[in-house]
């Protein structure tokens, strides 16, 4: 049965919201989806961060449809952040909704290099769009993206693609996400009093790998920044129960802390 969340897709909501769309990897699952997560400011826009293989398909699932999209903010262009974005344009450049193709603009937004990865990967598939503005921009320091405030630094990852963090400003509130991303002076920075943010939690502390984030090192950003809530998502297998990335965590942060469930919303 679809899971359709009413709220998402019948009415603006009354503050900021998040809703997850993937909290996995790109090991497939069948509970946890490739990386995506909804964000709705209370202007009407949408924003997608991330894009991982079958994000659409989770769009579909809680009632706010591909078409629907404003920006599309990426992490970076790993296989399993990007990989529902060339079926994203795709369908918006030639599928009509209602009986009328696309005319409002898109924005997607990317670490540096972006540009040149769109032009040489997704629009050499696809084509670029005729009926819409397509609008790839890398990202800077701070931007307005549809009336919103978008935030990034960059982040210690890959040797070979550059990464970013996001920071999202929309109705006196703040949204990090970290993407894939190792600690960090800058990643603490950006998340400095946020309402709400999102990291990734690869591993427990006995199975840390480079540029990625284990539990503790997850605790302590958090505690370090002075957030409100954090959320522990990008969940690989490990060897226990999940619940032990919480524990983990916990002994260093003290606030509000959530494992990430695809569907899961947040009222921020």
Avoid at 49 to 76: F, K, M, N, W
Wanted: proline residues 5%.
């Amino acid at each position: 049965m679809p899971v359709v969340i009413e709220s998402v897709s019948r009415k603006s909501p009354a503050s900021m919201r998040l809703t997850i769309l993937g909290s996995g990897t790109g090991v497939p699952s069948l509970q946890r989806n490739a990386p995506g997560y909804l964000l709705q400011p209370t202007n009407g826009s949408y924003f997608l961060v991330d894009c991982g293989s079958a994000t659409l398909r989770q769009l579909e699932q809680v009632g706010v449809p591909y078409h629907r999209l404003d920006a599309v903010l990426i992490t970076h262009t790993h296989a399993d952040h990007i990989g529902d974005l060339m079926a994203l344009i795709h369908a918006l450049r030639y599928f009509p909704v209602d009986g009328s193709l696309r005319t409002k603009p898109l924005y997607l937004l990317g670490p540096p290099g972006f540009i040149d990865f769109c032009q040489r990967v997704i629009l050499s598939v696809t084509g670029r769009p005729t009926h819409f503005e397509l609008h790839i921009l890398e990202a800077m320091a701070s931007q307005v993206v549809c009336g919103v405030v978008v935030d990034s630094t960059a982040t210690v990852h890959s040797d070979h693609f550059h990464s970013v963090a996001w920071r999202i400003h929309a109705d006196g509130k703040r949204v990090v996400l970290s993407g894939d991303c190792d600690d960090d002076p800058g990643l603490i920075q950006l998340a400095e009093q946020a309402d709400l943010l999102v990291l990734e939690c690869s591993t427990l502390a006995s199975g840390k790998i480079r540029g990625h984030l284990s539990a503790d090192l997850c605790g302590r950003i958090a505690q370090q920044a002075g957030v409100k809530q954090l959320v522990l998502s990008h969940l690989y297998p490990i060897d226990g129960p999940d619940e032990l990335r919480l524990s983990e965590c916990q002994r260093y942060y003290q606030g509000a802390v959530t494992l990430a469930t695809d569907y899961e919303v947040f009222e921020i």
